[in-house]
């Protein structure tokens, strides 16, 4: 915030430039406003102390502990607003940042994972469970798939929740370039839920990553994203991915999937998977299974690929969730045919177990990069794309809404 003050003043005076929040917030939800405008007095604050003010009136010191000293609460990533000098008119016990979870919220019980913390299932609302917001793949050769400026995500989430996104999943796992940093730094001024990714990608990334490492070591840095946090920093991972290529899986990719059920066990939290192609998805069902995880934990991705209906008929009976999430991707098939496959398969009583979500991993997906359909497609046009092929307002609810809440949950064992 203080570097476009700065700008502004090249060429307004000092005493001419007011700060304020352009039209106001009344499409913002309150914890969201509460962050602008705390980073309003801040960055105000700042340049008054560049420009030497010294009375009350020019400025009060801002109170920089509440921004650069926010407390990761112990155990549960959530954070405190510790305000140790002024109250910028502010009534005893409130915070322009509450907590983001109630300090009674005891881990035991069924909660999604976000990287700000734990919250409520059904506080997810409106939900894209398969995105990427930062990634840096080291091993392609292709621009387009580096998701690199927070600036852009962040961006790209404000638009969405203008048409009533809520919450996000980041299936980036280390091996395919998480920058944590960057993404805690979206996480944290996004107005959107953001959960985030362990686990491994197909052999390709997890190679060069894993090695010959054992399943339970592979395992191992899993649950320690878990439960302690992401390379030190206490943002915890809240969702388990592992992959396969296309027609085999690779003897990495059997160590991941061991890996993941693993983690699974010791965490409670889901397993998400890529499938090439929506290929091996019965055989990923199958190696989980055999390796105790119930199937309902389970989601299969990329299964829009193939829209062969008894296929896909033939996953869903095992008990797993399927992801329709390359919508927008014409040159795979059409959002239509999609939309008619989902009615389908609604039809024939899998409507629980139907998530729908975009995967744009590629800057030329992206409104923020200059390129597009963005995610406001996928909030905004995809749903009427949806009644249009026949399904109702409450059947998509339940795809964008209820399916995810009961899908990202994690249940720790025993509980």
């Not at 010191?61 to 910028?88: L, Q, W």
């Given at each position: 915030m203080a570097n476009p003050i700065r700008t502004a003043l090249k060429f307004v005076d000092p005493e001419n430039l007011w700060i304020v929040p352009d039209c106001g917030f009344?499409?913002?939800?309150?914890?969201?406003?509460?962050?602008?405008?705390?980073?309003?007095?801040?960055?105000?604050?700042?340049?008054?102390?560049?420009?030497?003010?010294?009375?009350?009136?020019?400025?009060?010191?801002?109170?920089?502990?509440?921004?650069?000293?926010?407390?990761?609460?112990?155990?549960?990533?959530?954070?405190?607003?510790?305000?140790?000098?002024?109250?910028?008119?502010?009534?005893?016990?409130?915070?322009?940042?509450?907590?983001?979870?109630d300090e009674d919220f005891v881990l035991s019980q069924p909660h999604v994972m976000t990287a700000l913390g734990p919250i409520e299932p059904s506080a997810l609302g409106f939900t894209l469970h398969h995105e990427h917001l930062i990634c840096k793949p080291v091993e392609v050769d292709d621009p387009d798939l580096m998701l690199d400026d927070p600036a852009a995500a962040l961006a790209e989430l404000e638009v969405a929740f203008q048409v009533g996104l809520r919450s996000i999943v980041d299936m980036?796992?280390?091996?395919?370039?998480?920058?944590?940093?960057?993404?805690?730094?979206?996480?944290?001024?996004?107005?959107?839920?953001?959960?985030?990714?362990?686990?491994?990608?197909?052999?390709?990334?997890?190679?060069?990553?894993?090695?010959?490492?054992?399943?339970?070591?592979?395992?191992?840095?899993?649950?320690?994203?878990?439960?302690?946090?992401?390379?030190?920093?206490?943002?915890?991972?809240?969702?388990?991915?592992?992959?396969?290529?296309?027609?085999?899986?690779?003897?990495?990719?059997?160590?991941?999937?061991?890996?993941?059920?693993?983690?699974?066990?010791?965490?409670?939290?889901?397993?998400?998977?890529?499938?090439?192609?929506?290929?091996?998805?019965?055989?990923?069902?199958?190696?989980?299974?055999?390796?105790?995880?119930?199937?309902?934990?389970?989601?299969?991705?990329?299964?829009?690929?193939?829209?062969?209906?008894?296929?896909?008929?033939?996953?869903?009976?095992?008990?797993?969730?399927?992801?329709?999430?390359?919508?927008?991707?014409?040159k795979y098939a059409a959002d239509g045919e999609r939309a008619a496959m989902l009615k389908r398969l609604a039809d024939a009583g899998h409507l629980a177990q139907l998530l729908v979500s975009g995967d744009l991993a590629r800057k030329s997906y992206y409104l923020a990069y200059g390129g597009g359909p963005g995610f406001r497609y996928l909030v905004e046009r995809f749903p009427l794309v949806l009644m249009e092929a026949g399904l109702t307002a409450e059947h998509v609810r339940r795809i964008y809404v209820d399916n995810p809440a009961r899908a990202l949950t994690t249940l720790l064992p025993g509980a």
């Open positions: 009344s499409q913002t939800a309150r914890w969201a406003a509460k962050r602008k405008l705390t980073a309003m007095v801040l960055g105000a604050g700042i340049v008054r102390n560049e420009l030497g003010a010294t009375n009350t009136m020019e400025m009060q010191t801002p109170c920089v502990p509440s921004s650069g000293r926010r407390k990761r609460m112990e155990g549960t990533g959530a954070y405190d607003m510790i305000d140790e000098t002024h109250d910028f008119g502010l009534d005893g016990g409130e915070a322009y940042e509450p907590p983001e979870i980036t796992p280390a091996d395919y370039g998480r920058d944590i940093r960057d993404i805690d730094w979206v996480a944290q001024r996004a107005p959107v839920h953001v959960v985030l990714a362990t686990g491994n990608h197909k052999h390709t990334y997890a190679e060069p990553f894993v090695g010959e490492a054992s399943a339970t070591v592979i395992a191992e840095r899993s649950i320690g994203e878990i439960t302690s946090g992401i390379d030190g920093t206490g943002i915890r991972a809240g969702v388990i991915k592992a992959a396969t290529s296309m027609n085999e899986i690779t003897d990495i990719e059997r160590r991941g999937l061991d890996a993941a059920a693993i983690a699974h066990l010791a965490t409670g939290a889901p397993i998400s998977t890529h499938t090439e192609r929506g290929t091996m998805a019965l055989d990923q069902v199958g190696m989980l299974g055999d390796a105790g995880v119930d199937a309902s934990r389970v989601i299969i991705g990329h299964m829009d690929f193939a829209l062969d209906e008894p296929y896909l008929r033939s996953v869903l009976e095992t008990g797993v969730f399927i992801s329709f999430d390359q919508v927008s991707k014409s």
